[in-house]
């Protein structure tokens, strides 16, 4: 199994920027990639960014050339492993919660952050 901790939420104004984490523990090796999607109310949620595990990654067409996603990969299996989304130049339409989901063998979801971004 895997387990998802997200982190780094908050308040921001718009411009600002905020760094999002997923820890990820369990089972590292049965992920084969980890995406950061995103629901607004009442929006369905969306796909952000993805990275795969050989460091591919894939953007929204939205958040390309302001988000970054990158990861630091774990050196053996049952390490921890977290993935990152760095987002920048914040607009009031990221304003959402922001969920961590990887998938391999298992398909897991994280708990989500709220990320609130003022105009």
């Known amino acids: 199994q895997v387990q998802l901790v997200e982190s780094g939420g908050g308040l921001v104004q718009a411009g600002g920027s905020l760094r999002l984490s997923c820890a990820a523990s369990?089972?590292?090796?049965?992920?084969?990639?980890t995406a950061w999607y995103r629901q607004a109310p009442g929006k369905q949620r969306e796909s952000v960014a993805t990275?795969?595990?050989?460091?591919?990654?894939?953007?929204?067409?939205?958040v390309k050339d302001r988000f970054t996603i990158s990861r630091d990969n774990a050196k053996e299996n049952n390490a921890k492993e977290t993935v990152y989304l760095q987002m920048n130049n914040l607009k009031p339409e990221d304003t959402a919660v922001y969920y961590c989901?990887?998938?391999?063998?298992?398909?897991?979801w994280g708990q989500g952050t709220q990320v609130t971004v003022s105009s």
């Open positions: 369990g089972s590292i090796f049965s992920i084969y990639a």
């Open positions: 990275i795969t595990r050989g460091g591919s990654t894939l953007y929204a067409d939205s």
């Open positions: 989901n990887a998938v391999g063998l298992y398909d897991t």
